[in-house]
């Protein structure tokens, strides 16, 4: 059981808009690192499996965009060798982890939202600001499948009635494009015909009620103060400066301050906050399970 997605989806969302829109705006490595930290062990601890794939993938990305900078950017007063001419600096190389760091920790973030923010959370969520454009989301959700198994069914009839070609490339695309012509004009036509059949039974005359089975309980109301609190301290830390660090032209020595390290605690905090609340349920499912 993951103990996360029992949260009410406006405090989960909450969660992640903080954690990783921190992590977007943070240039202090030490910020990164522990987003970076967090991302991935909340991703482990869901998944409860290798996923050697997404790691090998990550790290590849990881590896791929440290080394971008450095090759393209020639900033920085500390030289570590020269090539075709262009020196490569440590300060750019240095930039380049903290960019990387960033988008593969944000990467990790969102890869954790998806999961536990659901279709049916998701409309939740739109709901809550408009219900027409919950009915809006909720239309666009549906009709990606559908396109998709259209798409496959025209695709299959124009086969079947011998009008591609395998030797003729110019052909296949045409067809391609006819077929994605006609999933246009059908994509059009249910719109046309969903519209009709809302209209028909009196959606937008009155005002509607919805029923919605997440409820705002206490330890919604508690995960989503530690949310703010934490995250309201490092935003303002970082507003007065004592988070700025800077690579160019001479990398910034990283100095432990008390703002700091005021700052690293409270995002630590925010960054572990579903790791420790899925390891403290699996712990007690574990002691509860010794004594049956």
């Given at each position: 059981?993951?103990?996360?997605d029992e949260?009410?989806?406006?405090?989960?969302?909450?969660?992640?808009?903080?954690?990783?829109?921190?992590?977007?705006?943070?240039?202090?490595?030490?910020?990164?690192?522990?987003?970076?930290?967090?991302?991935?062990?909340?991703?482990?601890?869901?998944?409860?499996?290798?996923?050697?794939?997404?790691?090998?993938?990550?790290?590849?990305?990881?590896?791929?965009?440290?080394?971008?900078?450095?090759?393209?950017?020639?900033?920085?007063?500390?030289?570590?060798?020269?090539?075709?001419?262009?020196?490569?600096?440590?300060?750019?190389?240095?930039?380049?982890?903290?960019?990387?760091?960033?988008?593969?920790?944000?990467?990790?973030?969102?890869?954790?939202f998806s999961?536990?923010?659901?279709?049916?959370?998701?409309?939740?969520?739109?709901?809550?600001?408009?219900?027409?454009?919950?009915?809006?989301?909720?239309?666009?959700?549906?009709?990606?499948?559908?396109?998709?198994?259209?798409?496959?069914?025209?695709?299959?009839?124009?086969?079947?009635?011998?009008?591609?070609?395998?030797?003729?490339?110019?052909?296949?695309?045409?067809?391609?494009?006819?077929?994605?012509?006609?999933?246009?004009?059908?994509?059009?036509?249910?719109?046309?015909?969903?519209?009709?059949?809302?209209?028909?039974?009196?959606?937008?005359?009155?005002?509607?009620?919805?029923?919605?089975?997440?409820?705002?309980?206490?330890?919604?109301?508690?995960?989503?103060?530690?949310?703010?609190?934490?995250?309201?301290?490092v935003c303002?830390?970082?507003?007065?400066?004592?988070?700025?660090?800077?690579?160019?032209?001479?990398?910034?020595?990283?100095?432990?301050?008390?703002?700091?390290?005021?700052?690293?605690?409270?995002?630590?905090?925010?960054?572990?906050?579903?790791?420790?609340?899925?390891?403290?349920?699996?712990?007690?499912?574990?002691?509860?399970?010794?004594?049956?």
């Amino acid at each position: 059981m993951n103990a996360f997605d029992e949260f009410n989806p406006l405090s989960v969302f909450v969660y992640f808009l903080a954690a990783a829109g921190i992590a977007m705006f943070a240039s202090d490595p030490v910020l990164l690192s522990l987003s970076m930290l967090g991302s991935v062990l909340l991703y482990c601890i869901r998944t409860r499996s290798s996923q050697r794939g997404t790691h090998l993938f990550s790290l590849m990305l990881f590896i791929g965009l440290s080394l971008i900078n450095p090759l393209f950017q020639h900033n920085g007063v500390t030289v570590l060798f020269v090539l075709n001419d262009n020196p490569v600096t440590l300060e750019a190389l240095l930039y380049g982890i903290s960019a990387a760091a960033m988008i593969v920790s944000v990467l990790y973030w969102f890869r954790s939202f998806s999961a536990i923010i659901t279709s049916d959370k998701l409309l939740y969520l739109f709901g809550l600001v408009s219900s027409k454009l919950a009915l809006l989301v909720s239309m666009a959700l549906r009709y990606v499948p559908l396109f998709k198994a259209q798409a496959k069914n025209v695709d299959a009839a124009q086969r079947a009635m011998g009008q591609y070609r395998e030797d003729n490339v110019i052909d296949a695309i045409r067809l391609k494009l006819s077929v994605f012509s006609i999933m246009v004009s059908w994509a059009l036509e249910n719109g046309i015909v969903t519209a009709d059949s809302m209209a028909a039974r009196g959606y937008g005359i009155g005002k509607r009620t919805c029923f919605s089975p997440y409820r705002f309980r206490g330890k919604d109301a508690l995960l989503t103060i530690l949310t703010l609190l934490s995250g309201a301290a490092v935003c303002i830390l970082m507003g007065l400066g004592h988070l700025d660090f800077n690579y160019y032209p001479a990398t910034d020595p990283l100095l432990f301050t008390p703002a700091r390290a005021a700052a690293y605690g409270a995002y630590l905090l925010l960054c572990l906050l579903p790791s420790l609340i899925e390891i403290g349920d699996a712990l007690k499912w574990q002691y509860l399970r010794s004594k049956m």
